[in-house]
């Protein structure tokens, strides 16, 4: 159980965000929920984990501004006393092809997704060192893993947060501070709503469905409730499609 810590998970108001969120509430731990502009569905997420017994609280933050990443993390700490477990998992996608992408389609991926979870980090790691323990998680994706048409930009920063999170484990093992990444294959949210199971990107999953919200929350829960003795590895929840 995660009873008397912190999660700080950033997108929380949707999607994988937001079930990571109650995932993580139900385990008992208390939630910072993190969200871009949409008060109203990140109050809605605040709601069911507080239904679940623990306290959530929103705070509105672009997670690719350094500045306003600081401020954000000293607020949580403030009203929560400190944090014991982030969830980078904010993130957009701008697809295109290679030789048509513009530039600032690049910048904008790199900017939220990883420079994004870089900014987290930094500014949390002090209160993980000063508390002597901590557990960062990052969702990747996939396309990090094995590269996908179209998708240059997200998956440079999906394969930069593998990269990221393995010289984090490394640097902050001593600390008692794990950091893994969740590489999600094909899941059921808005990123996704052009795809459903007839797509013939769905076909190719091995396990002939896309994934679920929930399927990654479990993860997410898993690696911070039971993964002491886990750091630095890339867990692929993607129905084998990568394997
Ligand atoms: P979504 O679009 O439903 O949710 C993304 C969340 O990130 C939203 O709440 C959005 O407001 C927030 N966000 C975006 N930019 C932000 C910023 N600058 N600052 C703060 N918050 C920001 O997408 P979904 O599917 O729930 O994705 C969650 C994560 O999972 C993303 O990192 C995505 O790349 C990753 N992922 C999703 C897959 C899928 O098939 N849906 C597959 C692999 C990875």
Do not use: W
């Amino acid at each position: 159980m995660l009873t008397g810590q912190t999660a700080l998970v950033t997108g929380a108001s949707r999607g994988i965000g937001a079930a990571i969120a109650l995932k993580l509430a139900s385990r008992g731990a208390d939630i910072a929920i993190i969200y871009a502009g949409n008060s109203a569905a990140a109050e809605e997420t605040a709601e069911k984990c507080a239904a679940l017994g623990v306290t959530a609280r929103c705070y509105k933050c672009n997670v690719a501004d350094f500045a306003e990443a600081k401020a954000t993390v000293a607020a949580v700490k403030a009203d929560f006393g400190g944090v014991n477990i982030l969830v980078n998992n904010a993130g957009i996608n701008r697809d295109g092809l290679i030789a048509m992408m513009r530039e600032s389609d690049f910048d904008d991926v790199i900017s939220t997704n990883l420079k994004g979870a870089f900014n987290m980090i930094r500014h949390c790691t002090p209160m993980f060192i000063r508390a002597k323990g901590g557990c960062i998680i990052n969702i990747s994706s996939v396309a990090g893993v094995i590269g996908n048409a179209g998708q240059t930009n997200y998956a440079a920063s999906k394969a930069g947060l593998l990269g990221l999170t393995k010289s984090v484990a490394r640097e902050l093992a001593p600390k008692n501070v794990r950091c893994n990444a969740i590489a999600p294959g094909f899941v059921q949210t808005d990123m996704t709503k052009e795809f459903d199971d007839s797509n013939p990107m769905v076909a190719s999953i091995p396990l002939g469905r896309m994934g679920t919200p929930e399927d990654i929350a479990a993860c997410a829960a898993f690696l911070a409730d039971e993964g002491s003795y886990i750091t630095g590895q890339t867990l692929c929840v993607d129905g084998g499609l990568a394997m």
